[in-house]
């Protein structure tokens, strides 16, 4: 019911393309679903984030796209590039269970030239 | 947005001894959580740390184990008791910003047990 489920664990993606990484959740309790960036031997950073009366939020090269009645979302990165390579985690709260994140498995994203 | 401080960044500790994790943050948070993050693997939520008041712990942590402290708003401490190999990982504090209501972390303490 807690759980969140990302695809795909790892990715690759040239320069300039489009990188897509999904999620889908059970508990339709959630309200709240952001992404986190992760580089090695840092903590997670939040990098953009969507409530589910919204199907998707644009912040310069990353965009949610949420999809309520299927329970999926997923983080599109626009014109890769290779200072994105970085691990991803999609999470999912709701303001009734004090903002404790569920997190996704993580995706790990390389960015080649 | 609030910055956490947390260290120390890494160390190397014996069985069967403790450390103790601290996380500063640089201004008032409501909410303070503790996370432990295995090597190439998702985080898990091990406590909040509420303010004045014991720690909630989830579900496979306990305080013998993960005591935690939050004696003010802007501060709290992890202490890894009695460590063993198995606790060998990162782990990173957070806290929720009360202007935006965003989840941050700190830059996480990488820890290993021989």
């Known amino acids: 019911q807690q759980q969140v489920k990302q695809s795909p664990q790892s990715l690759i993606v040239q320069k300039g393309g489009i990188s897509i990484i999904n999620c889908a959740y059970e508990?339709?309790?959630?309200?709240?679903f952001p992404w986190y960036q992760q580089f090695p031997g840092k903590g997670p950073a939040l990098l953009i984030a969507?409530?589910?009366?919204?199907s998707e939020k644009k912040e310069g090269r990353f965009t949610i796209s949420f999809n309520k009645s299927a329970k999926q979302f997923s983080l599109h990165i626009m014109d890769s590039q290779p200072g994105d390579s970085a691990t991803y985690f999609c999470?999912?709260?709701?303001?009734?269970?004090?903002?404790?994140?569920?997190f996704g498995t993580g995706t790990q994203l390389k960015v080649e030239l | 947005s609030a910055v956490i401080s947390q260290k120390p960044s890494r160390d190397i500790c014996q069985r069967g001894t403790s450390l103790t994790i601290q996380c500063q943050v640089d201004?008032?948070?409501?909410?303070m959580f503790w996370y432990r993050q295995q090597p190439g693997q998702s985080l898990t939520l091990i406590a909040t740390?509420?303010?004045?008041?014991?720690?909630?712990?989830e579900s496979g942590f306990v305080i013998d184990k993960f005591p935690i402290s939050r004696p003010n708003l802007t501060f709290s401490t992890l202490t890894v008791s009695n460590m063993s190999p198995e606790d060998s990982s990162i782990y990173l504090c957070?806290?929720?910003?009360?202007?935006?209501?965003?989840?941050?972390f700190g830059s996480g303490t990488q820890l290993s047990v021989l």
């Open positions: 969507i409530r589910p009366d919204v």
């Open positions: 957070s806290g929720r910003d009360t202007a935006n209501e965003k989840l941050f």
């Open positions: 508990n339709t309790a959630f309200d709240y």
């Open positions: 201004s008032q948070v409501t909410m």
């Open positions: 740390a509420n303010q004045g008041s014991e720690a909630t712990y």
């Open positions: 999470a999912a709260s709701m303001l009734g269970g004090g903002n404790k994140l569920t």
